[in-house]
């Protein structure tokens, strides 16, 4: 529900945790068909990722007396060169009278396959309850259908996990997302109000460097549905001395 998904990578794949080397804290708002009034959809997430276990720096982590620049960590073993990365998120959503609130933790270990590449798995658990607001819906003649409702249980809490692999560098990325790897409805709707899951998602990015000064970052993140339909989000960010940046996205919901 981001229409920002290249701010919350981990949201859509867990390996993502901690790839980051500063804590990562991020908070969207996401207000769209205002015409609707109070039915308009809503969107809010809470984000935050860093790092459980930083990789072992001889340069900055020895006790020696020599030029730092002289000692390196390349001839540690890979377990001192690991990443593990953790995060998490807090979301809410409404769309009309369907409300949505959950959250999830992702865990993540990176190994350095060599100097410049990393290949990260994560792990994800995700809580999450959806309710029909029965009490929002104005009905000029109730029939038999709204006695119903009333009367019925409308929401429904599930718990899910998935499973993510990326490989990257410093210049480029690429993921795969299976999801879910696991689903569980701990509180079930008599409405069947059944979670239209993705089947799997992938991620994509580069680095380019434009000049000195400008630095272009393009990325995909292709979602598969269950109906084998894609939604394919295209994102392009140019940063100035990395400093300052702006980003331009186009979602294709014809992809499939």
């Given at each position: 529900?981001n229409?920002?998904?290249?701010q919350?990578?981990?949201?859509?794949?867990?390996?993502?945790a901690?790839?980051?080397?500063?804590?990562?804290?991020?908070?969207?708002?996401?207000?769209?068909w205002?015409?609707?009034?109070?039915?308009?959809?809503?969107?809010?997430?809470l984000?935050?990722?860093?790092?459980?276990?930083?990789?072992?720096?001889?340069?900055?982590?020895?006790?020696?007396?020599?030029?730092?620049?002289a000692?390196?960590?390349?001839?540690?073993?890979?377990?001192?060169?690991?990443?593990?990365g953790?995060?998490?998120?807090?979301?809410?959503?409404?769309?009309?009278?369907?409300?949505?609130?959950?959250?999830?933790?992702?865990?993540?270990?990176?190994?350095?396959?060599?100097?410049?590449?990393?290949?990260?798995?994560?792990?994800?658990?995700?809580?999450?309850?959806?309710?029909?607001?029965?009490?929002e819906?104005?009905?000029?003649?109730?029939?038999?259908?709204?006695?119903?409702?009333?009367?019925?249980?409308?929401?429904?809490?599930?718990?899910?996990?998935?499973?993510?692999?990326?490989i990257?560098?410093?210049?480029?990325?690429?993921?795969?997302?299976?999801?879910?790897?696991?689903?569980?409805?701990?509180?079930?709707?008599?409405?069947a109000?059944?979670?239209?899951?993705?089947?799997?998602?992938?991620?994509a990015?580069?680095k380019?460097?434009?000049?000195?000064?400008?630095?272009l970052?393009?990325?995909?993140?292709?979602?598969?549905?269950?109906?084998n339909?894609?939604?394919v989000?295209?994102?392009?960010?140019?940063?100035?001395?990395?400093?300052?940046?702006?980003?331009?996205?186009?979602?294709?919901?014809?992809?499939?």
């Open positions: 529900n229409a920002q998904s290249f919350f990578m981990p949201l859509f794949n867990p390996a993502f901690g790839i980051e080397s500063f804590n990562d804290l991020k908070f969207s708002y996401r207000y769209q205002s015409g609707f009034g109070s039915y308009s959809p809503k969107f809010i997430n984000s935050y990722n860093t790092r459980l276990i930083e990789p072992l720096d001889l340069a900055y982590n020895s006790l020696r007396l020599s030029d730092p620049s000692v390196s960590s390349e001839n540690l073993p890979s377990s001192k060169r690991m990443i593990h953790i995060g998490g998120n807090i979301f809410h959503s409404q769309i009309g009278v369907l409300k949505s609130v959950g959250a999830n933790i992702n865990y993540s270990v990176h190994y350095p396959v060599n100097k410049k590449t990393r290949l990260a798995v994560g792990l994800s658990l995700l809580l999450e309850n959806r309710k029909l607001d029965v009490g819906l104005t009905v000029r003649d109730p029939d038999q259908f709204y006695d119903h409702l009333l009367g019925s249980s409308t929401s429904q809490t599930d718990l899910n996990a998935r499973a993510g692999v990326l990257y560098s410093e210049n480029y990325y690429f993921g795969f997302t299976y999801l879910p790897l696991v689903y569980t409805v701990l509180e079930a709707s008599e409405m109000m059944t979670q239209p899951f993705y089947r799997m998602s992938v991620q990015g580069v380019l460097l434009l000049n000195a000064d400008v630095t970052k393009p990325s995909i993140v292709a979602l598969m549905q269950v109906n339909k894609l939604v989000d295209y994102h392009a960010k140019a940063f100035f001395r990395e400093h300052i940046w702006f980003g331009l996205t186009y979602r294709d919901i014809k992809s499939g």
